[in-house]
Every structure is written in structure tokens, then in C-alpha cells.
């Protein structure tokens, strides 16, 4: 497939296909959020970005705080989220734990939005008062210190779900 997309939608195995060929955690990261915010893993994103070495610690710290991870922590299993099963949540919590303390993050450029911090110290709350459940290995390197300030992306956005690229925008003629 040659080129990008103006608007690139998780729910296409193509778009998925050629994401998946694009060697960037910043894309990767949108689509992360896309994902889980908006949309099934039709197509088995998540578990396949958790095997990219180049992953960026604030995806990490995305999927697991913004799906409140401290109820995970706790052992909880009911989520109420949207577009993914309490099933494929818990075991997307494991790998992402496991992953976590394995091969960790070799990224941490992103950063992620300081609204995150009161979920990362609700972790850290649950360590901290032994309410870990058992079995549950602790993302340490995810929550162990804050992320820095998130940066930019002025090559794409995340609307509704579907990933815009703002190089393409700019060079649509305007009405």
C-alpha cells in the first residue's frame, strides 16, 4: 500500500495493515487511544503494539490509567467500558503488567496529559496500602513516576475515533 491516509480508521483491516508498517509510537499511541476509547480491537492492535519494542511508556500508561488500572490492581474485573469485554480488559491489564516489568519501555518521549497523575497515584495508593490482589504484578515502570508534559503531534489528530493527518489537511484545497 503506498502513501497515508487522510483519516485512518481502526475498524479496517487495511488501515490497521499499514499502521502497523509505520514505525512510530506517536501514531501508534492515537491509535491506541482510538481503540480503546471508541472502537473494538477488530484487528488485534493492542496485543501487537505490546509487542513493539518501540512503544512509548506513556501508551502504556494511557491504556492502564485510562481504564483505571487501580481497580485492576485491586483484582477487580468489571470495567464498564464500551468497546472491549471485561475478559479482553483483564488480559490486556496482564500483558501490559507483564510487559511492564519484562522488557519495560525503551520510550518515554510522548508524555501524557496531567489530568493522568490522580490515576497514577490511585495506583500507587493501592500498593502502598497492601491492597494489591494476589497474583497481580505491578507496573512499576508505568506508575512509579509521572509522565512529563505531553508534546504536540502536529503531523496527526485523534476526532471521534478516527485518526486525521494534519500534513494532508494542510494541503487540501480550502472552500
Same mark, same amino acid.
Given at each position: &500500500?503506498?502513501?497515508?491516509? !487522510?483519516?485512518?480508521? +481502526?475498524?479496517?483491516?487495511?488501515?490497521?495493515?499499514?499502521?502497523?508498517?509505520?514505525?512510530?509510537?506517536?501514531?501508534?499511541?492515537?491509535?491506541? &487511544?482510538?481503540?480503546?476509547?471508541?472502537?473494538?480491537?477488530?484487528?488485534?492492535?493492542?496485543?501487537?503494539?505490546?509487542?513493539?519494542?518501540? &512503544?512509548?511508556?506513556? #501508551?502504556?500508561?494511557?491504556?492502564?490509567?485510562?481504564? !483505571?488500572?487501580?481497580?485492576?490492581?485491586?483484582?477487580? #474485573?468489571?470495567?464498564?467500558?464500551?468497546?472491549?469485554?471485561? @475478559?479482553? +480488559?483483564?488480559?490486556?491489564?496482564?500483558?501490559?503488567? !507483564?510487559?511492564? !516489568?519484562?522488557?519495560?519501555?525503551?520510550?518515554?518521549?510522548?508524555?501524557?496529559?496531567?489530568?493522568? @497523575?490522580?490515576?497514577?497515584?490511585?495506583?500507587?495508593?493501592?500498593?502502598?496500602?497492601? @491492597?494489591?490482589?494476589?497474583?497481580?504484578?505491578?507496573?512499576?515502570?508505568?506508575?512509579?513516576?509521572?509522565?512529563?508534559?505531553?508534546?504536540?503531534? #502536529?503531523?496527526? +489528530?485523534?476526532?471521534?475515533?478516527?485518526?486525521?493527518?494534519?500534513?494532508?489537511?494542510?494541503?487540501?484545497?480550502?472552500?
Amino acid at each position: &500500500m503506498q502513501g497515508q491516509f !487522510e483519516e485512518i480508521d +481502526m475498524c479496517e483491516a487495511e488501515h490497521v495493515a499499514w499502521l502497523k508498517t509505520q514505525r512510530d509510537p506517536a501514531l501508534w499511541h492515537l491509535a491506541a &487511544m482510538a481503540v480503546l476509547a471508541y472502537y473494538r480491537d477488530l484487528h488485534g492492535f493492542l496485543h501487537w503494539l505490546l509487542e513493539q519494542p518501540e &512503544m512509548d511508556r506513556a #501508551t502504556g500508561g494511557w491504556i492502564f490509567l485510562w481504564a !483505571e488500572g487501580s481497580r485492576y490492581l485491586r483484582g477487580e #474485573t468489571s470495567f464498564s467500558l464500551n468497546y472491549i469485554s471485561d @475478559e479482553k +480488559m483483564v488480559a490486556l491489564f496482564r500483558s501490559l503488567c !507483564e510487559r511492564s !516489568e519484562g522488557v519495560g519501555f525503551s520510550r518515554d518521549d510522548l508524555g501524557l496529559d496531567p489530568d493522568f @497523575e490522580p490515576a497514577r497515584k490511585a495506583c500507587l495508593d493501592v500498593v502502598a496500602r497492601n @491492597e494489591l490482589a494476589a497474583g497481580i504484578i505491578v507496573p512499576r515502570q508505568i506508575i512509579s513516576r509521572s509522565f512529563a508534559a505531553p508534546k504536540r503531534d #502536529t503531523r496527526f +489528530m485523534l476526532d471521534d475515533g478516527l485518526i486525521i493527518s494534519l500534513n494532508l489537511l494542510r494541503h487540501l484545497p480550502s472552500r
